[in-house]
């Protein structure tokens, strides 16, 4: 029940082109999810991020879509270009609670050919 | 640059040794995380701590421990290492208690030989 799986492991998309990475959970108690970028050689760094209030959240060209009945959500990336090329995680929190452990995905690592 | 520090960049080592990883966090941050970062496990929660305590404990293995001291720094011992130890060690802070944001130090990179 704490697992958050992430989907596809790898995508390949065309510079202008839409990238699409989903995230399923299985606790109904998470109420924060976060998407994290990571660089070769960086610390993963927070992109975006969505309470289960709202059903989109978009900033630039980086829109995540929640559903709450589903227990699924999606980072959208619009116009990807190669500089977007980076592993994505996803993560989820309860933040009610006395920590804020995040729970992360297994990553997707995208590439955006020029 | 998150400001999170993480000492050494890189460290090699051979089986059975042991090992300290060293964190400084952000300044102002009270809270510490410990993540473990290899190719087929994603990055996987150790543990973490708040102002000194312990709060919260993940998969961390019986060889390994952690501790923060009064300064905020946090330090992860990983003892009678194996090769499977071998991977990228994260540490990230934040202000607890807050829902929201894990800034990132650049991992230690461990080898076990």
């Known amino acids: 029940q704490q697992q958050v799986k992430q989907s596809p492991q790898s995508l390949i998309v065309q510079k202008g082109g839409i990238s699409i990475i989903n995230c399923a959970y299985e606790?109904?108690?998470?109420?924060?999810f976060p998407w994290y970028q990571q660089f070769p050689g960086k610390g993963p760094a927070l992109l975006i991020a969505?309470?289960?209030?709202?059903s989109e959240k978009k900033e630039g060209r980086f829109t995540i879509s929640f559903n709450k009945s589903a227990k699924q959500f999606s980072l959208h990336i619009m116009d990807s270009q190669p500089g977007d090329s980076a592993t994505y995680f996803c993560?989820?929190?309860?933040?009610?609670?006395?920590?804020?452990?995040?729970?992360f995905g297994t990553g997707t690592l995208l590439a955006v050919q020029p | 640059d998150s400001g999170v520090t993480q000492t050494p960049k890189h460290l090699i080592t051979a089986t059975g040794q042991r090992v300290t990883l060293r964190c400084s966090p952000r300044?102002?941050?009270?809270?510490v995380y410990w993540y473990q970062q290899s190719l087929d496990q994603g990055l996987q929660f150790l543990i973490q701590?708040?102002?000194?305590?312990?709060?919260a404990k993940g998969n961390i293995l019986e060889r390994f421990s952690a501790q923060q001291f009064p300064d905020l720094h946090s330090e992860l011992n990983l003892s009678s290492l194996e090769l499977g130890d071998s991977a990228l060690y994260f540490c990230?802070?934040?202000?607890?208690?807050?829902?929201?944001?894990?800034?990132f130090g650049e991992g230690s990179r461990l080898t076990v030989l």
């Open positions: 990230a802070s934040s202000v607890a208690l807050v829902p929201g944001e894990l800034f």
């Open positions: 606790n109904t108690a998470f109420d924060y």
């Open positions: 969505i309470r289960p209030d709202v």
């Open positions: 993560a989820a929190s309860i933040t009610g609670g006395a920590t804020n452990k995040l729970i």
């Open positions: 300044s102002g941050d009270l809270s």
């Open positions: 701590y708040y102002n000194g305590e312990e709060r």
